[in-house]
């Protein structure tokens, strides 16, 4: 293919998953999906290697494109499928980020993959919104092994009804709220499936497409690697705590570049722990993948080839190589954002000039909902200040690096949940004060209208967010509930009239040596 045909290929790719995205949003019911956008799509080739995917979730999509090919080999697929999936162990992140893989047919041939990966506010686990304090991967919620939501065009009715929280006898539970968001992974797929077949009869070789596609990717990829300085990089943070009374726990990386190549070696970082900030090597995998991507200009297609020159290891039963049946739920929230503060640690020194201080590092995680037969569920993350860099101050009040969600809209939120938003402003003066100010964190405090089991699952509130060349650090954050400073991981019962405040953190400073 000539450099015009791939291009027009490569975005022809993108717009159908563009378009899938746009369908989940549009037919899922929970704010969650619809309001916050906590999702992503994707395209894979028929050996499961990533070909293109929408500006969604780095998370989901890196860890999806680290462990996809696994997931859909040695299977025998026919057309109309649809398979469920959610283990974190096999490919997945944690149990409320549930994967639906749909195979695409040409003259009977499997040419390729539409995937869908979204977060459900309620999964199953013992606590409301299924982010809960555990130590366990059982109390986290509903583990899916690799399932046929859809055989052959047909709905597979017990698992359904399963997914949806209901006895397995009985019919397709169509009218479910919380099965309407998985059938609206389904159509996501079934409609990305659709245009994949279509280009494919446009395409006069798709699967020759697919490989220049990848072979360019990799062909930039290398070539940005290549400008960086030979040699071992090394850099360390920590995490604040597991929630289990562990504190100050390690994540370590030595990045070495050899000329067109990037190794990560998470060697030293501490093993698993008690509590849920552990994760399996696919969500490390993501985050790494995630800052390589962010040297890469923008033109460069998101595909399998811009990771091939990246590789990694990092130590088995250790924090970001878990053993099943460690307790996931925060690590690919938590403990992801503090594998990209450490390997960008390691990157500003071989390539000051592109990488910010640290962002607020957490996704300021906040959980709650009540049972009985008003029984709801709320899941949000929250926004923060990122890092200052070289060539400007960072940004206010935004989601940054593994999460690109929005927030879920006062409206929406007071017209779905009993909760009153009483603040939701800018934490002024958060950023870290350098050359360049770091961003500033938010401010939200809600009234609870009725009782409410919470959980917080956040970070950044002992270890602030670094500086860069000089500059400060970014101010850690603050969860308080009726006044009263809380732990970053806890879970409490609010009752009717109570306040809870979450403020985030504000990025690092960057100050260069001319201010020194």
């Known amino acids: 293919m000539n450099p015009v045909q791939l291009s027009i290929f490569a975005n022809r790719l993108a717009g159908v998953c563009d378009e899938m995205g746009a369908v989940l949003r549009l037919s899922a019911l929970s704010p969650n999906i619809k309001d916050r956008l906590d999702f992503s799509c994707a395209i894979f080739d028929a050996q499961g290697r990533l070909c293109a995917q929408a500006a969604h979730i780095p998370v989901h999509l890196g860890s999806m494109a680290y462990a996809m090919a696994d997931l859909v080999s040695g299977r025998t697929w026919q057309s109309g499928d649809l398979m469920v999936v959610n283990d974190p162990y096999l490919g997945g992140t944690h149990l409320p980020d549930v994967t639906v893989i749909a195979p695409v047919f040409q003259s009977q041939t499997l040419i390729g993959f539409a995937v869908s990966r979204a977060?459900?506010?309620?999964?199953g686990a013992h606590s409301p919104g299924s982010m809960p304090v555990s130590t366990h991967l059982e109390q986290e919620g509903i583990v899916i092994a690799p399932s046929w939501l859809k055989r052959a065009g047909l709905w597979q009715v017990p698992l359904c009804r399963h997914l949806a929280g209901l006895e397995e006898s009985g019919a397709l539970p169509a009218e479910n709220p919380r099965f309407a968001d998985f059938s609206a992974q389904a159509s996501a797929c079934e409609a990305g499936a659709r245009r994949l077949a279509e280009l494919a009869d446009q395409q006069l070789d798709l699967v020759a497409a697919f490989d220049a596609l990848n072979a360019y990717g990799e062909k930039r990829?290398?070539?940005?690697?290549?400008?960086?300085?030979?040699?071992?990089?090394?850099?360390?943070?920590?995490?604040?705590?597991?929630?289990?009374?562990?504190?100050?726990?390690l994540i370590t990386v030595s990045l070495t570049i050899a000329a067109d190549q990037?190794?990560?070696?998470?060697?030293?970082?501490?093993?698993?722990?008690?509590?849920?900030?552990?994760?399996?090597?696919?969500?490390?995998?993501?985050?790494?993948?995630?800052?390589?991507?962010?040297?890469?200009d923008d033109d460069v297609p998101a595909c399998d080839g811009l990771f091939r020159p990246v590789s990694l290891s990092a130590p088995p039963g250790s924090l970001l190589n878990a053993r099943r049946p460690a307790a996931v739920a925060a690590g690919n929230v938590e403990t992801s954002s503090r594998?990209?503060?450490?390997?960008?640690?390691?990157?500003?020194?071989?390539?000051?000039?592109?990488?910010?201080?640290?962002?607020q590092g957490t996704m300021n995680n906040v959980a709650m909902g009540a049972g009985g037969d008003n029984g709801w569920d709320y899941y949000e993350t929250m926004a923060g200040g990122t890092g200052a860099h070289a060539g400007g101050p960072g940004l206010s009040a935004v989601?940054?690096?593994?999460?690109?969600?929005?927030?879920?809209?006062?409206?929406?939120?007071e017209s779905h949940y009993p909760l009153r938003v009483h603040r939701y402003q800018l934490r002024r003066g958060s950023g870290g004060h350098g050359q360049f100010v770091g961003g500033d964190g938010l401010v939200r405090e809600l009234e609870f209208l009725g009782d409410a089991q919470v959980t917080l699952l956040t970070e950044r509130r002992r270890h602030?967010?670094?500086?860069?060349?000089?500059?400060?650090?970014?101010a850690v954050g603050e969860n308080r509930h009726n006044g009263k400073l809380m732990p970053p991981k806890i879970s409490f019962t609010a009752r009717a009239g109570d306040r809870l405040l979450v403020a985030s953190p504000g990025g690092g400073g960057y100050c260069d040596r001319k201010c020194k």
């Open 262 to 296: 990037a190794f990560l070696d998470f060697s030293g970082t501490a093993d698993q722990v008690a509590g849920n900030i552990n994760c399996p090597l696919s969500v490390a995998a993501a985050a790494a993948y995630y800052c390589f991507r962010c040297l890469m």
């Open 119 to 123: 977060h459900h506010a309620n999964i």
């Open 399 to 413: 989601h940054s690096h593994m999460t690109n969600t929005l927030n879920t809209p006062i409206e929406s939120l």
């Open 221 to 249: 990829a290398r070539a940005r690697i290549a400008t960086l300085p030979d040699g071992c990089y090394r850099f360390q943070d920590y995490m604040d705590d597991d929630g289990q009374g562990q504190r100050d726990i």
């Open 339 to 359: 594998v990209v503060d450490v390997v960008l640690g390691a990157l500003a020194q071989a390539a000051p000039e592109a990488i910010p201080a640290a962002s």
């Open 464 to 474: 602030a967010p670094w500086g860069l060349a000089g500059g400060e650090s970014g």
